[in-house]
């Protein structure tokens, strides 16, 4: 078969344009430091990176949601943890003056302020934030849920946040659920919720019931706190023991999504990351090949007219 010099040309420039394409290639791995810069230099692989990436993007926004829900449940605990010192001191004021034998109208007096000051930093903490948003208004966030009178004006909206696939949590506790010990959604009265059942029994209404029987000097009234704020201590150690819950939750959630994340980052590497010492090996090797190539060619197309005229 006689080979023409339009099929020798052909040939030749198309073994160049070859050699030309994969020197190329290895000099973008060697520029970017990756072996897959576009989908054709590897489909299969470039599928599983995009995979990966969506993954990876999907657990940062886990990640930044369980960070929100984490600051706000932990400044949930501590305001808790505040009502109970609030609690646990007026129950020792009532202590002190539930019998005629201990107190005096001075010291009762003074202690009703002492009840007063309790009674405005229960608001302070019922009504504290994080940023913007309240953290004991259920998804009423933007107001205040106690007023200086101590009557709540949340709701029960529990906020939920996505920290995994389908996973959900929620952030907040509504302060119904916080401030009573019978929360219900019939309410009414200062300070919270009452219930045709079990008797409601409300941090405020009780801190204000304390200051009456010592303003009045009613001592039944005063001891008849005690038990409530017993009950009121119990609810908020409960209340507490369910944030710490969901504060664990948490922790294992990011635990297992930072595993992820260092398992999604090796994939990555191993499916992306050029072999810098193979490139460049290539590289030479393959320069080494175009030059043999260019000169091969060189001498095969050489030849004129005349040369065959000869």
Known sequence: MRVTEGSNYENVRD????????????????????????????????????????????????????????????????????????????????????????????????????????????????????????????????????????????????MMVEIGDDVFISMNLPGVDVFNTHPSSEALG????????????????????LKIGLVSGDFNGIRDTLERFDQLHGQLIATRAKVGSRLQGLQYANQAMERQQISNSMLSSSLEDADMAQVVSDLNKQESVFKSSLAASKRLIQPTLLDFLR
């Open 190 to 209: 200062a300070g919270g919720y009452s219930e045709p059942g079990p008797e409601n029994v409300n941090i405020f209404d009780e801190l204000q019931r």
């Open 15 to 158: 073994t160049l344009r070859r050699s030309r394409e994969k020197m190329e290639n290895l000099q973008a791995q060697a520029a970017s430091l990756k072996k897959v810069n576009r989908p054709s230099d590897d489909p299969s692989g470039a599928a599983q990176l995009l995979r990966v990436r969506s993954e990876k993007s999907n657990t940062e926004q886990f990640q930044l949601n369980s960070k929100i829900a984490e600051n706000f449940l932990s400044n949930t605990d501590q305001g808790i943890s505040d009502l109970a010192d609030v609690v646990v001191r007026a129950k020792e004021l009532a202590i002190g003056q539930s019998s005629m034998a201990s107190s005096s109208e001075d010291t009762r007096r003074g202690v009703a302020e002492e009840v007063s000051e309790l009674f405005r930093q229960a608001i302070s903490t019922a009504n504290r934030r994080v940023g913007d948003r309240y953290l004991f208004g259920g998804y009423k966030t933007q107001s205040p849920p106690i007023d200086s009178g101590g009557r709540y004006s949340g709701d029960q909206g529990q």
